[in-house]
């Protein structure tokens, strides 16, 4: 993941470094968390407790696999 910090100022006297993707990698990140969050949202077998079916662990494998 191509990444850069860049400061963010909190408004008070202390703020913080922050790790930021460039604009091609925050959209497939976004593209793949979104993918995830919507069959969750509409699948019968996810969203009762921690169970996930088999197709959601496959979106939330490719949202982790974004993310690196």
Do not use: F
């Amino acid at each position: 993941m191509s990444v850069r910090r860049e400061w963010r100022d909190s408004g008070s006297a202390s703020g913080h470094m922050q790790q930021v993707a460039d604009n091609g990698t925050y959209n497939r990140i976004q593209t793949a968390y979104r993918a995830y969050i919507d069959h969750a949202t509409t699948c019968d077998d996810c969203g009762h407790g921690e169970r996930r079916c088999a197709e959601a662990d496959q979106l939330w494998r490719a949202y982790r696999a974004a993310r690196t």
